[in-house]
């Protein structure tokens, strides 16, 4: 009997889940994640302690209990109606955002001073030195880190597992439970669909990252 | 001294126009959190007979059993991976080929598998009946990969005069490691390991979904149990009442990683070896200067990590 072989569909599906709960968490994180950023360096103190206070306490939640806030959390504040697909997006996509913004915000250090000093000179205003000028610069320094933090995400979205979704991780509980199959070669073959994901996700960033490089 | 040359140091009109920002998003925010707060009270998550039980001594009992649950496994997890990750280190710092390829492999296989399937392995093939090990195990195996390569980055950041000087002395392989890498690399590290060792303590939560009794299940089995009220569950003073005590955990480990890491800074003598190229940048704010120790940035100081 071939695991792969005989649960083909199941198997596609639940990579398919997998790969599409990454791309939306890591949209979200992206956004969120700049936006925070943002707010952490600007001139308006409340936001600044937003970001510390978002940045603070989602890098120390453990990522089950966000899960678990999530999913209690909104139905309970009257916000029903959401499956629980997208809100493992939600859940991994403010976790991640708050790792996000700290790897965009140590990419801004990196940008030089004279750049800031420069834009600021020629009357740009904050957002405007920010958006088009520091920022750009920052993303070059970013972008591996934030690679590592997306794969990081990627591994991550078999936590949904718990939640109701049917990813790679639920496929493997439910593999698991029905008797007759190897586990260690069910384990392989999730590994494999893992690795294919991640490796993917690494080469693409790399590929970014060559193509962004410029000599300074 | 200007806290940041992203802006200008504001003027009058640019102060008045900064403060109705603040006064604006500050209402914003704390409307924000009225609203959540309205809503729960609306839904009813704040009556009372849904919080009584957290009065009882038995209940506190209850919460301080699987709060020991989690430090346990923590501890034992914590331990096993620094030991593994030291074998595991020395593995790839070898010298022979033999030795440094496997471990490589080893490292790598088990850095790039999601932590919740080495666990869900663990736990149907091995250990269904004690999910503990089983979630102590995927966490050593795990971390112990991440914590080999904090050692190993940490180790090859120790200048190379210090290793030559110490062979010219005739010290041999084991001394230069033990005598004179280490006990410098040690010191650069600490943040790295301890962030990794918040992360070590997020990730027994997961034990939640393989049903071991640490602090979230805990939770969950007590919010199952207390009766509803009115048709609640009293899933929300659960999430509250656990979340905090994990949630303090974690910032009183990961505020222990950011003192050690200033601490550090403040007493070394000379340069930063951490301040990226041309030292001023964009933001003057020394604390989080941008660590470009290891590869991939997995090894940054400071904070905890995503995974």
């Known amino acids: ?216 | 001294m200007s806290a940041s040359v992203l802006y200008d140091v504001p003027g009058p009109k640019a102060r008045r126009r900064n403060r109705v920002y603040g006064v604006i998003s500050t209402l914003a925010l704390l409307g924000l959190i009225a609203f959540v707060i309205y809503r729960l009270d609306d839904t009813g998550q704040f009556q009372a007979g849904l919080w009584d039980d957290y009065q009882y001594a038995n209940t506190q009992d209850r919460i301080l059993e699987g709060l020991l649950t989690t430090l346990k496994t923590f501890a034992l997890a914590a331990v096993l991976s620094l030991a593994l990750g030291a074998v595991l280190a020395a593995g790839r710092l070898s010298d022979h080929r033999w030795v440094r390829w496997p471990t490589a492999v080893l490292v790598e296989f088990f850095r790039a598998m999601p932590l919740l399937i080495m666990i869900f392995l663990l736990y149907y093939a091995y250990f269904d009946t004690e999910p503990m090990w089983a979630l102590v195990i995927g966490l050593t195996l795990y971390n112990g990969s991440v914590q080999s390569e904090i050692f190993r980055a940490g180790i090859n950041a120790v200048p190379k005069g210090q290793s030559e000087a110490a062979y010219a002395i005739g010290m041999r392989k084991t001394q230069v490691m033990t005598r004179v890498l280490i006990p410098q690399a040690v010191r650069s590290m600490l943040p790295s390991i301890i962030s990794q060792l918040v992360v070590t303590l997020k990730d027994t939560s997961l034990g939640f979904i393989i049903l071991y009794e640490e602090l979230l299940y805990v939770g969950k089995a007590f919010a199952e149990r207390t009766p509803p009220e009115n048709g609640v569950y009293a899933f929300i003073p659960m999430v509250i009442v656990f979340g905090s005590i994990y949630i303090l955990l974690c910032l009183a480990l990961s505020s222990l990683a950011t003192w050690i890491e200033r601490s550090t800074k403040r007493s070394r003598k000379g340069a930063p070896t951490a301040a990226p190229a041309g030292a001023a940048t964009v933001m003057a704010d020394p604390s989080h200067s941008a660590d470009g120790g290891s590869r991939d940035g997995d090894a940054r100081g400071g904070g905890p990590k995503a995974d």
């Open chain 1, 1 to 216: 009997m071939n695991v792969l072989t005989d649960n083909f569909a199941a198997f596609r599906d639940g990579f398919l889940k997998t790969v599409e709960l990454t791309a939306y968490s890591s949209l979200l994180a992206l956004v969120l994640g700049i936006l925070i950023a943002g707010f952490r360096v600007s001139p308006v103190p409340a936001l600044r302690v937003f970001g510390t206070v978002w940045v603070t306490l989602l890098r120390n939640t453990p990522l089950v209990l966000l899960f678990l806030i999530v999913t209690l959390g909104l139905p309970a504040l009257g916000l029903k109606g959401w499956d629980s697909f997208w809100l493992a997006v939600m859940a991994l996509g403010c976790y991640t955002s708050a790792f996000i913004c700290e790897a965009i915000r140590s990419g801004i250090n990196t940008v030089p001073v004279g750049q800031a000093e420069a834009a600021r000179s020629i009357g740009m205003t904050f957002t405007q030195t920010l958006s088009q000028i520091v920022l750009p610069q920052a993303a070059r320094t970013a972008i591996p880190p934030v690679g590592s933090l997306i794969i990081a995400l990627t591994k991550n979205s078999a936590i949904a597992s718990g939640f109701d979704v049917m990813e790679l991780g639920a496929l493997q509980t439910q593999l698991n439970a029905d008797a007759g199959y190897d586990i260690l070669v069910i384990f392989l073959w999730i590994a494999v669909c893992y690795l294919i994901i991640t490796l993917t996700l690494s080469g693409l960033f790399r590929l970014l990252e060559n193509r962004l490089a410029v000599a300074r």
